[in-house]
């Protein structure tokens, strides 16, 4: 089944992309990581699951990404957070479980504190909290602060990664793993211990911060950061299929 595309405002005049599968019990709804949208592997395996099992879900584009409109380089965290929460209050007014991929972790654990009485139960995937104050050297910092942007080699797209310092500042007003982090929701975290990218020990840090007593860290030691193997998929299936059935 092909799923038509929608579109709403996101009330500073671009349009974002979504694709809504109804289905019952909570709403999945898949937050992308950086520069990344929701025709993702993970995106589109969870969506396939959700529709084979009856389950809703919803993919959508930050603004400046994938179908939605805007340009890429205007988009901070906090706006991509409002995409997120401008997306799931007009498609699923209901109780969701949020899934978090890399950057979209970080984007998950704000939407969470924003929406604490329907967020339901979180999944994090290479969740990335708090990237803009340890994922860049003390020489980064500076580029971004005197040149306004920063232009990295990218191992997942022949282009470079695009850093602006509109983004990083955003990302530094809204860090979150320097105290505790007031969630009660189930919470799976999962991390390839090859990540390149964002190491696997910050999910025990996230799961030492957050409030939950509900959390479980699970550790793949051949995985990278993406996590997109199909054995990868599978456990991710699995942990999403574990916190509905405690809704």
Known sequence: MTLDMHFIDNGAGRRLAFQHTPGAGPTIVFLP?????????????????ARAHGRACLRFDY???????GAFEDGTLESWRDDALAVI?????????????SMGGWIMLLVALARP?????LVGIA???????????????????????LLERSDYSPEP???????WQSGE???????????AMPVRLLH?????????????TLAERLGSDAVQVLLVKDGDHRLSRPQDIDLILRAIEELLTRC
């Not at 209050?89 to 991929?101: F, K, N, Q």
């Not at 007003?173 to 969630?183: E, F, K, M, Y």
């Not at 390839?192 to 910050?202: I, K, L």
Request: net charge negative; charged share 20%; glycine share 12%.
């Open 161 to 167: 990664t695009v850093t602006t310092y509109a983004f």
């Open 63 to 69: 603004a400046g990404c994938g179908d939605s409109e």
């Open 192 to 204: 390839g211990q090859r990540d390149p990218d964002v190491p696997w020990q910050h999910s025990l």
């Open 33 to 49: 990581g950086y520069a990344s949208d929701m025709s993702g592997s993970k995106a589109v395996a969870i969506d396939a699951w």
């Open 127 to 149: 969740a990335a909290p708090d990237f803009t104050d340890w994922g860049f050297t003390a020489e980064q910092k500076a580029t971004l602060a005197h040149e306004g942007r």
């Open 89 to 101: 209050d007009h498609a699923a007014p209901g109780p969701v479980v949020l899934v978090g991929s």
């Open 173 to 183: 007003a809204n860090r979150l793993l320097t105290g505790p982090i007031d969630l």
């Open 117 to 121: 009485g329907r967020v339901v139960g």
